[in-house]
């Protein structure tokens, strides 16, 4: 079983930055595309970053230039950096990985608890 631990998120004013972090843990063989998700009260959850083993990134349009998705193999973690916040960012959070397990190897798709994140105007 894959556990995902989330950390940052918090409330920022409108032009302000936040940082978010995901660390993977336990039977992982191997991690493949990592992400962050959002939901905001009201919408579907939709994918604002995501990036490969390879280091390949996708950004939600709304968001490009101005979030910035990274990982750390060796730490099993993927970061969010996000800046020029707008209210309209406002929503939880979540984390998402997909891999292989060690040992049976199976796939897995694992979820964060989520984080909350709010942009003042």
């Known amino acids: 079983q894959v556990q995902l631990v989330e950390s940052g998120g918090g409330l920022v004013q409108a032009g302000g930055s936040l940082s978010l972090s995901c660390a993977a843990s336990?039977?992982?063989?191997?991690?493949?595309?990592m992400g962050w998700y959002r939901q905001a009260p009201g919408k579907q959850r939709e994918l604002v970053a995501s990036i490969t083993s390879f280091g390949v990134t996708n950004y939600l349009d709304s968001v490009k230039d101005r979030f910035t998705i990274s990982r750390d193999n060796a730490k099993n973690t993927v970061y969010l950096q996000m800046n020029s916040l707008e209210p309209e960012d406002t929503a939880v959070y979540y984390c998402?990985?997909?891999?292989?397990?060690?040992?049976?190897?199976?796939?897995?798709?694992?979820w964060g608890q989520g984080t909350q994140v709010t942009v003042s105007s």
């Open positions: 998402n990985t997909k891999g292989w397990s060690a040992g049976s190897f199976s796939a897995f798709d694992s």
């Open positions: 336990g039977s992982i063989f191997r991690l493949n595309d």
